[in-house]
């Protein structure tokens, strides 16, 4: 089996924005068939759930159909929630950014 990188594959970075850049180039170079089955993102509800309550305490509405749905709406609301003096809410956010990075890298969670 052959286990040389395809030419066009690139390192994932942790930087969302390079991450996101990364996630839309395979999506372009995908058949319009995959393109739609890649648009929903499978966060954990319970997850989704804790985010969106921890927003909402600090004014911020988060729509949970734009965080299954719109990549680069739910990326900024992580680096949104990263950025808030909040430790629980930036856990819930580290948390959700790898399940995120580990779907874009085919790379199974060990948790």
């Known amino acids: 089996m052959d286990t040389t990188p395809h030419p066009s594959a690139k390192p994932l970075s942790a930087d969302p924005s390079a991450l996101l850049a ?16 890649e648009l929903a993102m499978p966060w954990p ?6 985010f969106t309550q921890r927003m909402s305490g600090h ?12 990549r680069r709406y739910a990326l900024h609301q ?3 929630a990263h950025s808030l003096a909040d430790d629980t809410l930036r ?12 779907r874009q890298s085919g ?4 948790h």
């Open 22 to 37: 990364q996630g839309d180039e395979r999506w372009a170079q995908r058949s319009p068939n995959w393109r739609e089955r």
């Open 45 to 50: 509800q319970d997850l989704l759930e804790q």
């Open 59 to 70: 004014g911020l509405c988060v729509s949970r159909a734009l965080m299954v749905c719109d």
């Open 78 to 80: 992580l680096v949104h």
């Open 91 to 102: 856990l819930v956010a580290v948390q959700l950014f790898r399940r995120y990075e580990a």
């Open 107 to 110: 790379i199974p969670l060990l």
